[in-house]
């Protein structure tokens, strides 16, 4: 069955501190994989794809993930925290319909 | 602006009335998706067009529920004889077909229900 696993459901860091959210799929094929960041009544915004070749790739805000097909994996990291990066964040993976994962919760002290 | 628009934004209604969504996509997009979201979990796919063809409907999408996007432009949900659970935020989102995109999806903000 395809699905995607968001391990964390709330997260905690500081501002300046460095940030990676996990997220693990299953997927039949090789998947085209994306993070969204949703923030209070926001819709869902796109931070980065991957659909095939280099396996990091970049995306807006400074953020990056990296794809790891050995571990079904495709975290999402960023070298320092804003605290305008307090949202939550889904993964999804798919072609065309999407699938998504329950989401991470990002609250950042200052 | 043009981003996937949804109306209206948020709608109370009492056990049993009808309700229904309209979304309207990026204009020149012809997949239009819809999805449910709950509180505390991530959007579950419903249905999803391309152009005006209905081309897959989750389980999740009951007999009250119906989609129809009649000239390949924008769609409306139409839910029927509403239950407290179906309370969600409803949102829409669009896209090119995969041939000619990457298959990302453009989600509007979203329709907020609220079944008293």
């Known amino acids: 069955a395809q699905s995607v696993t968001q391990p964390d459901i709330h997260i905690t860091v500081s501002e300046g501190a460095s940030l990676e959210l996990r997220c693990n799929y299953s997927y039949g094929a090789t998947p085209y994989l994306f993070w969204y960041v949703q923030s209070p009544g926001q819709g869902l915004q796109l931070l980065l794809k991957?659909?095939?070749?280099?396996?990091l790739v970049q995306g807006i805000k400074g953020f990056e993930a990296e794809f790891k097909r050995s571990q079904s994996s495709f975290n999402l990291r960023k070298p320092s925290v804003h605290w305008s990066d307090a949202a939550e964040y889904f993964c999804a993976v798919g072609e065309g319909k999407l699938i998504f994962g329950a989401g991470t919760r990002l609250a950042v002290h200052p | 602006d043009t981003g996937v628009s949804q109306n209206p934004r948020h709608k109370i209604t009492k056990r049993g009335q009808n309700v229904t969504f309209r979304c309207d996509p990026i204009?020149?997009?012809?997949?239009l998706y819809w999805y449910r979201q709950t509180l505390g979990q991530g959007p579950e796919f419903l249905t999803y067009f391309q152009n005006e063809a209905q081309l897959e409907k989750s389980r999740l999408l009951s007999d009250r529920f119906s989609a129809e996007r009649p000239k390949g432009s924008f769609s409306t949900l139409e839910i029927q004889r509403t239950e407290q659970g179906d309370s969600a935020m409803y949102l829409c989102a669009s896209s090119l077909e995969l041939v000619l995109a990457t298959g990302e999806l453009f989600f509007g903000e979203g329709s907020r229900l609220t079944v008293l």
């Open positions: 204009s020149e997009h012809n997949r």
């Open positions: 991957y659909f095939s070749g280099d396996t």
